[in-house]
């Protein structure tokens, strides 16, 4: 079949006089003399055995054939196009792309990120989310948030948070009398974030209470729909301080006891090892390090 395939110059000449009607102006766009446009058109018309076009003195029109051609060309061009940007594009043109736990973009990231534009209005940022770890080096994005302990093989990984938790109920629940001290959290349910080593049996060991189940109670995935739980009265959420300020502040959620735990686990601004790195990498980086310092207790 490869023989058969008329030459990429001489398809790229036809696209650019079917664009223009014009070999004058085909030849202006790609850098080339009006007689070689005209001389490989007339060559693609050899190989086809078909005419392309009728030429007037000072304009072309394109044949029915050239008219049913003409899109199929501009197609595997624009796939070849794609193609190349996938595998080969120019990383200095293309968006940075941050994955981070969706918790951590709204409650974390979000509420700072005007400063970034302030700072860096002309670097373009798309933000995914994700609620499980994936492997890091995947090409969909450049630097990505994690939590854990900051201990992964091959990988790049600076601290963003120094973490402390509390439980967090709905005002209601203390209105109510439905819990004034920790061993009231037996009569309540509690929330846990699936993904956190540390978290119930933590705290409650701390808080001295005995005789509860710490794994009981309810399950979910992100921090989000915990707080969520927890503000419509379901039960207790166990907070994060780095996630914790927005809820808190509007008065959704409040800390119904003074006993707060420091824990060794963070978020982590986590990125591949690799030399071809995103440009503009390295300015989000120092920015959001810069941001992770100032929010230090």
Request: hydrophobic share 40%; charged share 20%.
């Amino acid at each position: 079949m490869a023989h058969k395939f008329p030459p990429l110059v001489w398809l790229r000449s036809f696209e650019a006089s079917a664009r223009h009607l014009s070999f004058t102006h085909a030849a202006k766009e790609l850098n080339l003399t009006q007689a070689a446009v005209s001389k490989q058109v007339k060559q693609l018309e050899f190989h086809l055995r078909q005419k392309l076009f009728i030429r007037h003195p000072r304009s072309l029109e394109m044949t029915k054939t050239a008219e049913s051609y003409l899109p199929k060309v501009q197609d595997s061009f624009e796939r070849l196009a794609a193609g190349t940007r996938e595998v080969f594009g120019s990383r200095r043109s293309e968006i940075l792309t941050i994955r981070a736990a969706v918790g951590f973009s709204v409650n974390w990231l979000a509420p700072r990120l005007p400063d970034f534009y302030t700072k860096h209005p002309d670097v373009p940022l798309r933000l995914v989310s994700s609620v499980w770890n994936e492997q890091v080096g995947n090409p969909s994005f450049d630097l990505d948030v994690r939590y854990g302990n900051g201990k992964w093989p091959e990988l790049n990984a600076d601290r963003l948070t120094w973490e402390s938790i509390t439980p967090l109920c709905s005002p209601v629940l203390l209105e109510t009398g439905q819990i004034s001290t920790p061993e009231d959290l037996i009569n309540n349910t509690l929330i846990h974030v699936l993904g956190y080593q540390e978290g119930w049996s933590t705290w409650l060991q701390v808080a001295g209470v005995e005789d509860i189940n710490e794994s009981g109670g309810l399950q979910v995935d992100t921090s989000l729909l915990a707080f969520e739980l927890a503000t419509s009265g379901v039960g207790v959420a166990l907070a994060r301080s780095s996630m914790m300020q927005h809820e808190v502040e509007n008065g959704r959620l409040i800390a119904p006891f003074d006993i707060t735990v420091p824990i060794e686990e963070a978020f982590y601004l986590v990125s591949a090892v690799a030399s071809d790195i995103h440009p503009h990498l390295e300015t989000f980086r120092s920015w959001i390090l810069a941001q992770a310092e100032s929010s230090k207790d």
